[in-house]
């Protein structure tokens, strides 16, 4: 549980002597002990974890032992951001993540890291209405150092006027706060659908055709071609997470990646001979896409028929 008035203080002596309170989370010269690793994790995470374990986690590249760490800096130690990452990953190996998984996840974290969230104006601002602040006074800095096309400053076109108005809205909601109706469009947005053909590009970095990178959805495991429940669902649950995640596209998109094509409905590659116009490997799956198609545009009609058959079984 934090103190909340001892962190209030320890602002205010920052105030005072002029040495701001900073957390240090990801600046890697700030290093904790190994040997107070698992207090630490059992602080944050309320995982047990022995000193051996954490070792052997460091050996399978969830995270780095760094030197540097203690009193006299001779000691192994880990960033302040690792306890939790400890955590984390030790619940995940319980639901079922593999070590290839795990070691991706870290991978592009400390990537995040080092190249976003402690660099220069992109330095991690854990605030969102704070860090819409920082763009907006940057972009007046930016405009105020132009010239447009045909020579006049930046700082006399329409959109400097913007950036200033926008400056204000954000001051004043800083001083007076975000009216209910502002949340979402500040605090965030909600993301519908997955955008499959890039998110596979993305994760082509991290991967190659022949080992492809993991992707994760509730309900699955996605490696390559593969799709891997991963737990037991029923068959409805199955069909409804499948067209949540539009698991359909992500293995067009696939195939797209590996310069194939495949059956529309069974996803079974097509013969590298077969007519550019062919979707099917056969009829069947012609027919059964049909079906479905049906069924997904007139779901009143399936039903009405589907209770006209239960009806004639006397049921």
Not at 87 to 113: H, K, M, P, V
Not at 171 to 182: C, V
Request: charged share 30%.
């Amino acid at each position: 549980m934090i103190d909340i008035e001892k962190v209030d203080k320890l602002f205010e002596v920052g105030k005072t002597t002029g040495m701001p309170l900073q957390f240090s989370i990801f600046d890697k010269r700030v290093l904790l002990p190994v040997s107070q690793l698992p207090g630490a994790v059992m602080g944050e995470t309320g995982e047990a974890i022995s000193e051996e374990e954490i070792r052997a986690q460091a050996e399978e590249k969830w995270f780095l032992l760094l030197k540097g760490a203690g009193v006299d800096s001779a000691e192994e130690g880990v960033p302040l951001y690792v306890p939790s990452r400890i955590g984390l990953f030790t619940n995940l190996r319980r639901d079922g993540y593999g070590a290839d998984e795990l070691r991706l996840i870290a991978e592009i974290e400390e990537w995040t890291i080092e190249n976003i969230l402690t660099v220069e104006d992109l330095a991690y601002i854990d605030d969102d209405l704070t860090l819409l602040l920082v763009f907006a006074k940057s972009r007046i800095d930016a405009l105020e150092h132009v010239v447009d096309g045909s020579g006049r400053p930046g700082s006399t076109t329409a959109e400097y006027g913007e950036a200033l108005r926008q400056l204000e809205f954000l001051q004043r909601l800083q001083a007076q706060g975000i009216p209910d109706r502002l949340v979402v469009r500040i605090e965030g947005v909600k993301v519908e659908g997955i955008l499959w053909d890039q998110t596979l590009q993305d994760a082509m970095a991290y991967g190659s055709m022949s080992d492809p990178a993991p992707i994760r959805v509730p309900g699955f495991l996605l490696k390559g071609n593969q799709v891997i429940p991963t737990r037991t669902l029923r068959p409805a649950e199955y069909g409804n997470l499948w067209r949540e995640f539009d698991l359909d596209e992500y293995l067009e998109c696939w195939s797209t990646v590996r310069g194939e094509r495949q059956c529309l409905n069974c996803h079974r590659a097509l013969p590298g001979e077969a007519d550019d116009r062919k979707r099917f490997c056969g009829e069947k799956c012609r027919n059964a896409a049909k079906q479905r198609r049906f069924r997904e545009r007139n779901p009143d009609s399936v039903e009405r028929a589907q209770r006209r058959y239960w009806g004639s079984l006397g049921c």
